[in-house]
């Protein structure tokens, strides 16, 4: 992942919260509470929240909450999945909205970030 955040800034984009890089607190009961805080910091501070679903085995904890506080806000998300609509991870009903730009690549996430 660290590789993309770098192609990210590489290209200019700021990114509000790197998640691979400062996952804080999420295993941390007490900590918990002011993880979901700083995620909406983060979200909201956003123009686009982008989401990159890669393995079907890896559970995304805070998938749901993340792209339900984009859309709430009313952020720009992009997801990028090669991942069938019938793997366990992508059968969330939050990922179904329909203001969320899916596509199959990384590369096609981009490109959807530069239109």
Not at 23 to 33: F, H, K, Q, R, S
């Amino acid at each position: 992942m660290r590789d993309i955040y770098q192609m990210l800034r590489t290209r200019g984009w700021h990114i509000t919260r790197a998640w691979a890089e400062d996952v804080t607190g999420i295993d941390d009961e007490d900590n918990l509470a002011a993880e979901a805080a700083r995620v909406v910091g983060a979200i909201a501070a956003a123009d686009v929240l982008l989401v990159l679903v890669k393995n079907p085995e890896y559970a995304y904890r805070g998938l749901t909450y993340e792209v339900g506080v984009a859309i709430c806000l009313g952020v720009r998300i992009v997801l990028a999945t090669a991942l069938p609509s019938t793997c366990y991870t992508m059968e969330n009903m939050a990922l179904a909205h329909p203001s969320i730009a899916r596509v199959d690549t990384l590369h096609a996430a981009l490109e959807a970030l530069e239109d």
